[in-house]
């Protein structure tokens, strides 16, 4: 499902020709219909493609990246939703001549495995310093070091950051 759009470019288009916004997903959790602001697009101090929109807790948000506007299979980028503003980054823009880009707005009680690695995004968000949800070989790291990979110790509800 496609959510109303409306985005503040700034004249993005003048300094950003190769960069498209494809449009706004998300998964249905109610039969009302919301609107979705990206309220800034730009380049941050490192050179990496920033988008700021207005985020809700229920939610997490996905930057998906890809060659056309009909295909977006790489993910960039994910965050929580909280109360303030959302900030998604691709940090490889520049690896890129034009680029294609969906935000997939996914409430938390829906969440999927971005990277089919068996631990659902949500999860992942909740664990940044060890699991990235782009990142399908963070399941068999053992950031604790106590012989149970990631994977395993989130299908035993045990701490990944602590032996157990």
Known sequence: MFQS??????????????????????????????????????????????????????????LMRGPTAVVQDSVVDAILGDSE??????????????AF????????????DSDNDGIDDVFELQHPSILNPANPADAAYDFDLDTV?????YIDGTDLSTSS
Do not use: C, M
């Open 85 to 98: 503003s959302g900030k998604l980054i691709d940090p490889s823009i520049a690896e890129y001549k034009r």
């Open 5 to 62: 759009l409306s985005i503040n470019l700034n004249d993005a288009l003048r300094y950003f020709p190769l960069v498209f916004l494809a449009g706004i997903t998300g998964l249905p959790s109610t039969a009302q219909e919301t609107t979705f602001n990206v309220e800034s697009i730009g380049l941050n101090q490192n050179g990496e493609l920033l988008l700021q929109f207005p985020t809700e807790e229920s939610y997490y948000y996905r």
């Open 101 to 112: 880009y969906v935000i997939d707005k996914i409430a938390l009680d829906q969440a999927i």
């Open 149 to 153: 990979s990631n994977f395993d110790e």
